[in-house]
C-alpha cells in the first residue's frame, strides 16, 4: 500500500516505474491500489496533452490568419499597382491624364 505522500512528486516504483506522480487534486481517498495511482496519472497527463494540443492548434490558427492577413494585403497592393500601371499606360498611350 503506498502512501499518500508517497505519490506527490515522487518515482512510483513497480510495474508503473516510468511514471511520476503529479500534485493534483484528482486523488482518491483510498490510495491502496496502484490503478487509483495510474488513473489519477492518465487524468492529469491526458490534461496536460490536451492543454498542449489546445496552444498548438490556437497557435497555428493565430499563425494561419496572420499569413492570411499578410496575403490579402500583398494582393491588394498588387491590385493597386495594377491600377497605377493602367492609368500610366493609358497616360502614355494617350497623352492624357484621367
Do not use: D
Amino acid at each position: 500500500m503506498t502512501p499518500r505522500s508517497a505519490i506527490f512528486n515522487n518515482k512510483i516504483y513497480g510495474p508503473l516505474a516510468n511514471l511520476y506522480g503529479h500534485k493534483t487534486a484528482v486523488m482518491s481517498e483510498v490510495a491502496g491500489t496502484g490503478k487509483t495511482v495510474l488513473a489519477a496519472q492518465i487524468t492529469v497527463v491526458g490534461y496536460m496533452k490536451a492543454e498542449r494540443f489546445n496552444q498548438w492548434l490556437i497557435a497555428k490558427s493565430w499563425r494561419h490568419i496572420n499569413i492570411r492577413r499578410k496575403q490579402l494585403a500583398l494582393r491588394h497592393q498588387a491590385a493597386q499597382l495594377s491600377h497605377y500601371f493602367r492609368k500610366l499606360s493609358l497616360v502614355i498611350l494617350t497623352g492624357k491624364c484621367r
